[in-house]
């Protein structure tokens, strides 16, 4: 009993307190703003903080190998926005007078995600083509695919919005399956293969080898390059069927959907824990990290805090997220 307290005591409360001052944060998160405005636990509100948090997981997964590799996605919303306008301009209804495509066939739901993905994938795979044999940084290469991209969409979409889309589309952001809201269900289990490939298989324990210290991971024996680029074509993957499921949640779609949503992604994988240092990041850190920053921007609305201020506030806790990450580096070194 006496060793069991002591586990509570000193260093090791304080290291706890640490290690989990996320999961902490969202739980003051959750009672606190409850207190001022008891909507905010509401069913509805709990509902549509995890339908939007959903796209944004989608993201923070493709960022997160990225990260824990030390390299970085600054292209994940560009890419999200491709996968936006191919889904939004392949699957219009076929009686739309303002069609993308006037003559185009009615198209099945399924074939497009994977017209979608496909190509978003072979984003990925430039990007990592680029980051291991070219010895680009992977800040630099991703913020060029990133101009690269919005160019290219904008001459796609012919800089027009797009609208009218299809219902069985739209149905994968609105409908739900044993009263779950598809995009939550879609959200798990992509939460469930992201776990497993991290935690199950050599290419995970690659990423996280190479993150920790890439030249001892190259000597055991690691292929450096091919792993990193069967990491930008996951996050490609990722980012592309996020792009495909936020065009069905607005109902149409334009070049600049995805904008900053890299930017969310990464503060939200360093809120959850993704070292900056790399070769750290667990997939239930990640998720709240998510869900963290979903619930503070919501919160802020809800008591009403000046739009304004709420960039402030968000920047702060970025920013106390990245001082706790150092803080954890520094102490195991």
Known sequence: ???????????????????????????????????????????????????????????????????????????????????????????????????????????????????????????????????????????IATLGMQSILYGLALIYTKSQPIGGLKDDYTYLASGRIANIPILIIIAIAMIVVMWFLLNMTKFGKYIYAIGGNESAAEVAGVNIKWTKIRVYILAGLFYGLAGFLLAAKSGGATANYGIGYELEAIAACTIGGVSTAGGVGKIQGIVSGVLVFEMLKTSLQFLRVPSDLQYVAIGTVIVIAVAIDIRKYLAKK
């Open 1 to 139: 009993m006496k060793k069991f307290l002591n586990n509570f005591k000193g260093p090791n409360l304080k290291n706890t307190l640490v290690d989990n001052a996320m999961y902490l944060i969202l739980l003051s998160i959750l009672v606190s703003v409850s207190i001022a405005q008891p909507l905010f636990l509401s069913a509805n509100n709990l509902t549509n903080i995890l339908m939007n948090s959903s796209i944004r997981i989608l993201i923070a997964l493709g960022v997160s190998g990225a990260l824990i590799t030390r390299g970085t996605d600054l292209s994940a919303g560009r890419i999200v926005g491709v996968g936006a306008v191919i889904g939004g301009t392949l699957l219009q209804r076929p009686d739309y007078a303002a069609k993308f495509f006037p003559g185009l066939a009615d198209m099945p739901v399924l074939g497009i995600l994977l017209l979608a993905v496909t190509i978003t994938a072979l984003i990925g795979l430039v990007n990592g083509l680029v980051i291991s044999y070219l010895h680009v940084p992977p800040f």
